[in-house]
């Protein structure tokens, strides 16, 4: 996940931050914490429901596709009606999803249903609370409160495989749709102390954010189903997209953004090593289940120490590119998120611990990466256009997930990769992962020289 703040003018109104600031960091760690507490538990879900690794990918493919869009929304939203309304209801529709997901858990098409719902509820949290440090915090306390959010979303998001092996692994995978339960408890507070704002002007393109939904959507069912009439029904959408941005005041996604070069190729390195990444790790179990035989519990063990350290990492990454340039961190990033890829595809059948600390690297090289190129990609805009510019990068990068998520799904399904190249072992389970994780290294590879040749003369720190 890829949370970016926003240039949003202060209100003149007092807020107690001693009491908000916790309130805060708690929503946004049960808002995170969906996007993997799942993920240990997709050998489960897949053995009740028969599924194959396309099928399951929906699990956590439909809740980032309404996450990110729907954080837009909120977003656009936040100009025009109270923040306290829109976090309240946020919360009430993550926990219906989360109610209809439990209630029902016998089922895959409610089980999805239900994600889509958290995704939607989800959303506001982190979309509307950089919004309400932003216009209520003055300005020479936001950088430490973003910092403290920023740490709580690496926590939040290197904790979910542990809980959701835990949960999963001791009672059933259901009861991660209890989770988010917890948030209930906040919204007597939120009503309490944010304060009560008049409604604004504006408007949202939601003909926009529809046509985007559906165009997602129908690209990712084409890459489950492969029917060429989704095929089709993807391309007229993406036609009639484009038209309508085109033509329309204030669209979903202003087409301007994408004149400018540095950031259109900004935007194309960020899709495309974070679908690597979300793809990786919605790969990893599978992979531990299928080769090794891990438990669900023992799987979120394997993912703890890697998804701990992306917060040390990811504010050292931070005050690096500072002193260093971003170019600088990018190549380290890079590296070691190679080096990880390599090690993996190799080894990933002798010891489940070797693939544990090889996933240290990736998620340390993913931390420097993503935020020497956050930095870069927000040099390339003007200040007026840097909150809508960078809300269009968040929006492209979880996006990105669902996409990687749901093509390695396909990957696997076919058994196109089912053969050996590199792998040291010759357990046959592993070829396939392995020959994907190459791919991923060549995708890495292509993606750095991008960056590289697009940044290079980007002014560096002193």
Same mark, same amino acid.
């Given at each position: ?34 996007e993997?507490v799942f993920?240990v ?19 956590m ?11 837009v ?30 209630v ?16 939607i ?43 959701? !092996? +835990?949960?999963?692994? &001791?009672?059933?995978?259901?009861? /991660? #749709? %209890? $989770?988010p @339960? ?30 985007v ?33 085109r033509?329309t ?14 950031f259109?190729?900004?935007v194309?390195? !960020? +899709?495309?090593?974070? &679908?690597?990444?979300i793809?990786? /790790? #919605? %790969? $990893?179990? @599978?992979?531990?289940h299928?080769?090794?035989?891990l438990?669900t519990?023992?799987?979120?063990l ?39 890829l ?32 956050v ?5 390339t ?6 909150? %809508? ?37 010759s ?9 994907l994780?190459?791919?991923f ?11 590289l ?10």
């Amino acid at each position: 996940m890829n949370l970016i703040e926003m240039d949003i003018p202060t209100i003149e109104t007092t807020v107690n931050a001693k009491k908000l600031v916790p309130w805060i960091s708690y929503l946004i760690f049960f808002a995170v914490l969906n996007e993997t507490v799942f993920n240990v538990a997709t050998p489960q879900i897949a053995g009740q429901f028969s599924l194959d690794s396309s099928g399951v990918s929906w699990i956590m493919t439909i809740f980032m596709i309404f996450f990110g869009i729907c954080s837009v929304i909120y977003g656009k939203l936040s100009d025009i009606y109270s923040l306290r309304r829109l976090i309240v209801i946020g919360v009430v529709i993550y926990n219906i999803g989360s109610i209809i997901g439990f209630v029902f858990q016998s089922s895959y098409l409610l089980t999805i249903v239900a994600r889509a719902v958290q995704g939607i509820g989800a959303s506001a949290i982190p979309a509307l609370i950089f919004v309400v440090v932003a216009r209520y915090f003055p300005a020479a306390e936001r950088g430490k409160i973003f910092g403290l959010i920023t740490a709580t979303v690496s926590f939040g998001i290197g904790l979910g495989p542990v809980i959701g !092996g +835990f949960v999963a692994g &001791s009672l059933h995978w259901s009861f /991660l #749709f %209890v $989770i988010p @339960l917890f948030t209930l408890i906040s919204i007597p507070f939120l009503m309490k102390e944010l304060p009560a704002e008049k409604r604004g002007e504006g408007r949202v393109d939601i003909i926009g954010a529809i046509l985007v939904g559906l165009t997602i959507g129908t690209l990712m069912v084409y890459l489950t189903f492969s029917a060429w009439y989704y095929l089709a029904a993807f391309v007229i959408l993406l036609a009639g997209f484009i038209l309508h941005i085109r033509t329309t005041t204030n669209p979903f996604i202003d087409p301007a953004f994408f004149k400018n070069r540095l950031f259109r190729n900004g935007v194309l390195v !960020g +899709f495309s090593l974070f &679908s690597i990444v979300i793809g990786v /790790l #919605f %790969v $990893i179990p @599978l992979m531990l289940h299928d080769v090794h035989g891990l438990s669900t519990s023992e799987i979120g063990l394997i993912l703890f120490p890697g998804a701990i350290s992306s917060v040390v990492f990811g504010p050292i990454g931070g005050s690096l590119a500072d002193r260093k340039g971003n170019n600088f961190v990018v190549v380290i990033g890079l590296s070691l998120l190679l080096t990880s890829l390599i090690l993996i595809s190799l080894l990933m059948a002798n010891s489940p611990w070797l693939v544990s600390a090889s996933l240290l690297l990736l998620y340390v090289g993913f931390s420097l990466f993503q935020t020497a190129l956050v930095n870069s990609v927000s040099q390339t805009l003007p200040v007026r256009e840097t909150g %809508v510019g960078m809300g269009l990068f968040n929006l492209v990068s979880i996006i990105s997930g669902a996409m990687g998520t749901a093509l390695v799904g396909k990957i696997l399904d076919g058994k196109w990769l089912a053969f050996r190249i590199f792998s040291v072992s010759s357990n046959s389970k592993a070829f396939a992962y392995s020959n994907l994780l190459i791919l991923f290294s060549i995708v890495v590879i292509l993606g750095g020289l991008l960056y590289l040749r697009s940044y290079r003369n980007l002014p560096q720190a002193s």
